[in-house]
């Protein structure tokens, strides 16, 4: 009981001690919960329709559309520029997809599998013939070469282990393109449905018949605007509000935006960072000029471009090399020499030059056993079966291949960044093997045997050297750069400072406006996505770090000047400011121009006050009338004149985007094309399914896209 009475003496105290236990408790929990919420939207690379993107899910439709690129291109690597267009196409296709499959839920639209098999049963479709399954004596899809193909698939995936890979990749390949293609099937549906919509009929169509073939010849009487002079027009800020209200609208701004300035220093090489290079190439010029096999040389300079010792096709090199092949002569050495355009220095070995195919069809048979001796002895006896006159498809069988005819071409191999010497042999034959000849190729892990079936496209093949260096700066010259500007950043520190003391420093201020986070690169440098990352982060004002970016070669700073929220662009905007005084100037003029032609009946009496007259002919209503005397399209022109009788004067002045124009319909005669309302209507349902494709960016506009690519890429 003593105790009891203590611990209730002790109440306050205790329910203060557990009501902060409990706090801390919460509130850790709410910490955590924060934390949690914070590191999830560190890993969202965007948001639709409230549905968040997650960076790593994004990724891997980049990777997957990458291997298509490089599978359709024939290559092994993308550069940054290519990577950037695959990252913007994945994101369009992405948002787009969500889009057209939110409202086509709701409509209850879907691509059904037999929509999708007659599709490849009528192999039409452009995307189907962008795959390997394409019947080359028809020119269509062929759905029994993909269905073949699925079935050795899984055949095929506990076999040689190169066959399996290449297998997959075009497995990969194709369920791409399953899934785009199903993706374009449905927005396709759901366009078809919109423009069903918009209705045609007889009556429409014989309107829209009319406007589009008569014609109309007009005297035509213009008063340019650029007759009145500007400083002539005086405009007010009540005038400038009034318009900027009426031109509301078009200053509506979807994404927020950003204006900078900014100070970029780009570091160039030195007079002796030059003359460094010229001689460490006149080196690389005499012993390449000297080497039978060029190899070494190339390798010890560090080429940008890889000697790989098999002939390659012109397009296998930069435009500067590949226009001096023609002109060398074999075992000629050119260089070293400047090319400007892409800032390197060059030499050019020309080895060897022949006529050879651009695509060979081939089949192959690769042998391997417990060591190399055994395979080489069941090489030498497949060889010798096939010279015998044994099939060679049911050889290949027995060895767990299937032996199928397959087409390499020069593109698939030329650009390489390096090649083995068991590679090489086996496309030095394929390029000089006659048609059904058949040799054994001994190989560093067994043997291939390898028939050439058929070649095509004969041209010229270049065994080229070439040692390709950027003409860089040395450490030296970059550390001067960096100190220098450095210390200018230094010493500025502010917007003011920055903006007022570039010039004396040496240092040019540019700009950039409207910076969304769409961009990869901030005004246009590489490597600047920390600065672009500081920008969305940063206030109105701010100066940044000095940043080292572009490809090393760039010091940067950045203030940040003006920040476009999304909603309208306010008249205080320059760009506003400079659309509505335009505006205004121009309706200012068009006041005192119809005021000098009022009261004008005919073409001859607009002349006498200063009017220039003209003829006019072919005016229909379908399109603006071009009047060569302003130098403008005149939609209004056009409407006025079709409303107008033949013989008539215009009831009123036309106020146009160039001046102001009164005129006098001479005559109107109708085209000589006939009326044909099928047709008719044919066009007006084409055009109404042109109308319906401006959907897309209507749901793109009530979707709520946010995107925070410029975080992760």
Not at 515 to 534: D, F, G, M, P, V
């Amino acid at each position: 009981m003593a105790a009891l009475g203590k611990i209730r003496s002790k109440g306050v105290t205790l329910i203060i001690i557990i009501g902060l236990g409990l706090f801390a408790f919460i509130a850790e929990e709410a910490f955590r919960s924060c934390e949690t919420n914070r590191n999830n939207q560190r890993q969202q690379v965007g948001e639709v329709l409230g549905e968040k993107i997650n960076v790593q899910d994004f990724q891997k439709l980049v990777d997957e559309y990458t291997e298509v690129i490089k599978m359709q291109q024939g290559t092994q690597n993308l550069n940054d520029e290519q990577l950037n267009q695959v990252k913007d196409m994945v994101w369009n296709t992405y948002i787009q997809s969500k889009l057209v499959e939110n409202e086509a839920e709701k409509l209850g639209l879907t691509v059904t599998n037999q929509e999708m098999q007659n599709t490849l049963k009528q192999g039409t479709n452009p995307m189907l013939l962008q795959t390997p399954f394409v019947n080359q004596q028809t020119g269509r899809f062929d759905a029994n070469a993909l269905q073949k193909f699925l079935a050795e698939y899984k055949a095929q995936k506990t076999a040689n282990p190169q066959i399996a890979q290449q297998y997959e990749t075009i497995y990969k390949y194709w369920t791409f393109i399953e899934k785009t293609l199903r993706q374009q099937m449905l927005a396709q549906k759901f366009q078809s449905l919109l423009a069903h919509g918009l209705l045609s009929n007889p009556v429409e169509a014989k309107m829209a018949f009319k406007e589009a073939t008569e014609e109309n010849q007009i005297q035509l009487a213009s008063l340019a605007y650029s007759s009145v002079s500007d400083d002539k027009i005086k405009i007010s800020d009540a005038d400038l509000k009034a318009k900027y209200e009426e031109l509301k609208p078009r200053f509506k701004q979807y994404v927020e935006s950003r204006d900078i300035k900014y100070v970029d220093y780009q570091v160039i090489p030195s007079a002796n960072d030059k003359s460094a290079i010229n001689k460490q190439f006149a080196t690389y010029a005499a012993e390449l000029a000297a080497a039978a096999d060029p190899a070494e040389v190339v390798r010890k300079s560090t080429s940008l471009i890889s000697y790989l010792g098999i002939p390659v096709a012109k397009t296998a090199f930069p435009t500067d090399i590949a226009q001096r092949l023609d002109s060398m002569a074999i075992g000629q050495t050119f260089g070293p020499s400047v090319n400007a355009q892409d800032n390197t220095m060059n030499i050019v070995k020309l080895v060897a030059k022949q006529q050879l195919p651009d695509s060979v069809q081939y089949r192959q048979i690769q042998i391997s056993g417990a060591s190399v001796d055994v395979a080489r002895k069941t090489a030498d006896s497949v060889f010798a079966a096939l010279n015998s006159g044994a099939d060679f498809e049911a050889l290949a069988k027995k060895y767990g291949q299937t032996g199928e005819k397959t087409w390499m071409t020069t593109s698939q191999y030329q650009n390489a960044p390096s090649m083995d010497n068991d590679t090489k042999k086996f496309i030095n034959s394929l390029n000089t093997m006659a048609v059904n000849a058949v040799v054994n190729i001994p190989a560093t892990q067994g043997n291939i045997i390898l028939q050439v079936v058929d070649r095509k496209g004969m041209i010229n093949k270049y065994n080229v050297a070439v040692i390709k260096k950027s003409i860089e700066f040395s450490r030296e010259t970059y550390s001067a750069a960096y100190n220098k500007f450095s210390s200018f950043v230094s010493a500025n520190q502010t917007a003011e400072g920055i903006l007022k003391n570039a010039q004396a420093s040496g240092f040019k201020v540019q700009e950039a406006n409207d910076i969304t986070t769409a961009q990869h690169y901030l005004a246009n440098i590489h490597s600047t996505r920390e600065a672009l990352k500081w920008l969305f982060d940063a206030k109105q004002g701010s100066v940044s770090p000095m940043y080292e970016c572009g490809d090393n070669d760039h010091l940067l700073v950045v203030v940040l000047t003006k920040v476009h929220p999304i909603g309208y662009r306010s008249l205080d905007d320059n760009q506003v400011k400079e659309v509505v005084r335009a505006e205004v100037l121009k309706d200012k003029k068009a006041e005192q121009l119809m005021a000098k032609l009022q009261g004008v009946n005919s073409v001859a009496a607009a002349k006498a006050k200063g009017a220039t007259v003209s003829p006019v002919n072919q005016v229909t209503f379908a399109a603006p009338v071009f009047v060569p005397v302003t130098g403008a399209s005149e939609p209004a022109l056009s409407g006025a004149v079709a409303a107008t009788k033949k013989g008539q004067f215009s009831a009123k002045p036309v106020k146009g985007n160039a001046g102001i124009y009164v005129f006098q319909v001479v005559n109107k005669q109708a085209g000589s094309a006939k009326f044909n309302d099928k047709s008719e209507e044919q066009k007006l349902r084409q055009k109404a399914l042109q109308y319906a494709g401006n959907f897309m960016n209507e749901l793109y506009m009530k979707a709520k896209v946010v995107d925070n690519r410029y975080l992760f890429f």
